[in-house]
T-cell receptor
Framework: GAVVSQHPSRVICKSGTSVKIECRSLDFQATTMFWYRQFPKKSLMLMATSNEGSKATYEQGVEKDKFLINHASLTLSTLTVTSAHPEDSSFYIC?????????FGQGTRLTVV | GENVEQHPSTLSVQEGDSAVIKCTYSDSASNYFPWYKQELGKGPQLIIDIRSNVGEKKDQRIAVTLNKTAKHFSLHITETQPEDSAVYFCAASDQAGTALIFGKGTTLSVSS
């Protein structure tokens, strides 16, 4: 199947700093990318939907100024957690759409200390 | 919007037994129902999916059934093995390329 590369797989950062997570579709062009967040032992919660070349659509309760999403090309979408705080510590996962199918990245474990 | 309920939250079985996980959904417009397996520290892996024009689908030891009238679908794993131990999520959407709404997950433990 199609490959979606997400990195970093793990990152530890200090409170107040920003962290960028990248998601690349390696062998296809992704017109749409979904970003999910998962707390320990919880389900995946949709944060936002991004379409190449346009602004992301955020789910209710997700701060768009805190979680910046950029989908500048058909193969790359980034999620930047700005001014991170310990409560932002979570597992972040992207999901790229290829036609009528979609594929998850490997996920990024963010720990804010 | 769509709401997906998943039961049970935990399931413990002996190796060789069958495991069944059930989900219900609320939006009759949903047509795509995938199941994911997630191991610790990894992203979800699609194990099987079903679309609304099919009532049942099977892939070796894994099968999924769908009842659109009742709005529920189930995952069946036969001859379970310890490596089947993981968290399983059901999800629903109107098609594969749109946002999925996930159930809360089922932690399956298979003991040998």
């Amino acid at each position: 199947g199609a490959v979606v590369s997400q990195h970093p797989s793990r990152v530890i950062c200090k409170s107040g700093t920003s962290v960028k997570i990248e998601c690349r579709s390696l062998d296809f062009q992704a017109t749409t990318m979904f970003w999910y967040r998962q707390f320990p032992k919880k389900s995946l919660m949709l944060m936002a939907t991004s379409n190449e070349g346009s602004k992301a659509t955020y789910e209710q309760g997700v701060e768009k100024d805190k979680f910046l999403i950029n989908h500048a090309s058909l193969t790359l979408s980034t999620l930047t957690v700005t001014s991170a705080h310990p409560e932002d510590s979570s597992f972040y996962i992207c999901r790229s759409v290829k036609g009528t199918e979609a594929f998850f990245g490997q996920g990024t474990r963010l720990t804010v200390v | 919007g769509e709401n997906v309920e998943q039961h049970p939250s935990t399931l413990s079985v002996q190796e060789g037994d069958s495991a069944v996980i059930k989900c219900t959904y609320s939006d009759s417009a949903s047509n795509y129902f995938p199941w994911y397996k997630q191991e610790l520290g990894k992203g979800p892996q699609l194990i099987i999916d079903i679309r609304s024009n099919v009532g049942e689908k099977k892939d070796q030891r894994i099968a999924v059934t769908l009842n659109k009238t009742a709005k529920h679908f189930s995952l069946h794993i036969t001859e379970t093995q310890p490596e089947d131990s993981a968290v399983y999520f059901c999800a629903a959407s109107d098609q594969a390329g749109t946002a999925l709404i996930f159930g809360k997950g089922t932690t399956l433990s298979v003991s040998s």
